[in-house]
């Protein structure tokens, strides 16, 4: 049963345009939510992390919205640059669980 | 600063083979975590060390997979015998202390293994 969801394989968004990642989860004791993002042959990297006391968060082109209410979150990228093509992973933390658990990923291309 | 160090980086074996995969976590760091990734699960957490000590082995498939952590810079994950449904590729990584409260890891790069 998979308790953080990623339902878009992958997003392709033009430069200079927005790109809008969405991640919905099912378990209300989760207290922090993180983006990670992944290059090929490399390690996911922290990207932007929210409290689930905080409905936003903002760190430069990246910002993070959580609603709670609807058990979703989404992190907004703008304006899109082509570096910004990669695997983004949403992932929470809490829940009764240690570590992470994470959704299966979007694949964001940027397309010039 | 060196980060997480993971090797091997690939490694092909054949069915019924040992596999022993190394992680350095970062210096400093007292919490160590061992992820797979597959395309069907996508990241699953294996196992989850705090101060060397095992906390949470629940992830682990089954009594073929084993993990240690004789001391605080260094880890092995080990597959005996190795089967084909194991081809992933596994992450290793770390926190520091307090880090357990925001939930940000450090990953190394991954091993891919390919068992034949």
């Known amino acids: 049963d998979q308790q953080v969801k990623q339902n878009s394989p992958s997003l392709s968004v033009q430069e200079g345009r927005i790109s809008i990642l969405n991640c919905d989860y099912t378990?209300?004791?989760?207290?922090?939510f993180l983006w990670y993002k992944k290059y090929p042959a490399e390690g996911p990297t922290f990207l932007i992390s929210?409290?689930?006391?905080?409905d936003k968060n903002e760190d430069g082109r990246f910002t993070v919205f959580l609603n709670k209410s609807a058990k979703h979150l989404s992190l907004h990228i703008v304006p899109s640059q082509p570096g910004d093509s990669a695997v983004y992973f949403c992932?929470?933390?809490?829940?009764?669980?240690?570590?992470?658990?994470f959704g299966k990923g979007t694949h964001l291309i940027i397309q010039p | 600063d060196a980060g997480v160090i993971q090797s091997p980086r690939h490694e092909v074996t054949e069915m019924g083979q040992e596999v022993t995969l190394r992680c350095k976590p970062i210096?400093?760091?007292?919490?160590l975590f061992w992820y797979r990734q597959t395309m069907m699960r996508g990241l699953e957490l294996l196992i989850y060390?705090?101060?060397?000590?095992?906390?949470?082995d629940s992830g682990m498939p089954e009594d073929r997979f084993s993990a240690k952590m004789p001391n605080a810079s260094f880890s092995t994950l080990k597959i005996q015998p190795s089967e084909p449904r194991d081809s992933a590729v596994y992450f290793c990584?770390?926190?520091?202390?307090?880090?357990?409260?925001?939930?940000?890891?450090?990953f190394g790069e991954g091993s891919r293994l390919t068992v034949l």
């Open positions: 990584a770390s926190s520091p202390p307090g880090g357990a409260n925001t939930g940000e890891l450090f």
């Open positions: 378990n209300s004791m989760f207290d922090y």
């Open positions: 929210i409290s689930s006391i905080k």
């Open positions: 992932a929470a933390k809490g829940g009764g669980a240690d570590g992470l658990t």
């Open positions: 210096s400093g760091h007292n919490s």
């Open positions: 060390f705090n101060n060397n000590v095992p906390i949470d």
